[in-house]
């Protein structure tokens, strides 16, 4: 057994080596308890961070489908735009996949969330536009449809004007052709004292004769009566000599030729050009030389003027 001065100095320095330990542990202790608490604060920290990141994100997301159907909502409101509209959808399409991948990639820093917000708001500033485009095109396209009823309208309209005049014009047409079928028919000019006689030729002197062996010519005597419709002037005037057996007697190196009627062609015996100066009684004279083959018996004068049959006359030949 120790003695007990040396067992007091044993108990001093063990009581002191235990305060050295347990401060040593107090120490210990408190930067482990300041460790932990410091952590729980960063974790705290980081745990809000994260938080309001998931925030952020679910934000643009949200932002992000609102500015993807924007466009979508003009889709099947004209069909003439929807094929611009198709377009357009592609190009929004392929940003919104880039801008969900970019939200997609895990922890995103404040700035990579910044950049997120920006290519959003450059994607809804490009749909604006594209939008404000579509609506103009529409609203013009719309203007167009009604301009262009409204010149179909006019267009049916003026048709219809046109069928009218037409009409009228086709009217004004027939009256106008029974209007100078009748002047013409009115400006007939007719033969009167018509005489056809046998001629010889003595000098200067002409003989009426019967007997077919003593005539040179035939020679047709007639007047033309007044017509005010008509127009005074030169007048052609054609003979038609019908012989005993029914032809029109003609030669051609005797004057004969052909003239038109009624839309037929006719052969004429002789023709001569007079003076009608619209006065009662307006004389005319048509010759005609014998020609070989001529027989005896009666011949009929047919006289033709614009067309119309002047008058008739006859000569027997002995």
Do not use: H, W
């Not at 094929?83 to 801008?99: G, R, T």
């Not at 095109?137 to 005049?165: D, I, P, Y």
């Amino acid at each position: 057994m120790l003695p007990l001065e040396e067992q007091i100095a044993k108990d001093k320095k063990t009581k002191t080596y235990l305060i050295i330990i347990i401060a040593i542990l107090f120490v210990i202790n408190f930067g482990l308890l300041y460790n932990i608490i410091s952590k729980d604060k960063i974790l705290v920290t980081t745990e809000t961070k994260l938080d309001n990141t998931q925030a952020e994100r679910d934000k643009l997301d949200k932002m992000l489908d609102e500015t993807e159907n924007m466009l979508l909502d003009y889709k099947g409101k004209n069909a003439q735009l929807d094929s611009i509209i198709d377009v357009k959808n592609d190009e929004i399409a392929i940003k919104v996949s880039q801008i969900r991948k970019m939200l997609s990639e895990g922890k995103l820093t404040k700035d990579q969330l910044e950049i997120a917000k920006q290519e959003i708001a450059k994607l809804k500033t490009k749909i604006m536009r594209d939008t404000y485009t579509i609506d103009s095109l529409s609203r013009e396209n719309f203007t167009l449809k009604e301009e262009n009823t409204t010149l179909a309208s006019e267009n049916e309209n003026v048709k219809k004007e046109v069928e009218t005049q037409k009409s009228i014009n086709t009217s004004l047409t027939d009256q106008n052709q029974k209007l100078s079928e009748k002047v013409r028919v009115a400006s007939r000019l007719t033969a009167t004292n018509i005489k056809v006689e046998g001629i010889m030729v003595s000098g200067k002197k002409e003989k009426e004769k019967s007997r077919l062996s003593k005539i040179d010519r035939i020679k047709v005597q007639f007047n033309i009566s007044k017509n005010t419709i008509a127009e005074a002037g030169q007048k052609v005037i054609y003979l038609r000599l019908i012989g005993p057996n029914g032809s029109t007697v003609a030669n051609q190196n005797a004057g004969s030729g052909v003239f038109e009627i009624d839309g037929e062609s006719v052969q004429y015996t002789s023709k001569a050009t007079v003076v009608f100066n619209n006065e009662t009684g307006s004389p005319a004279t048509i010759y005609f030389e014998k020609i070989p083959g001529m027989s005896k018996g009666t011949y009929k004068a047919i006289l033709y003027c614009d067309g119309f049959v002047m008058g008739e006359g006859s000569l027997k030949l002995k």
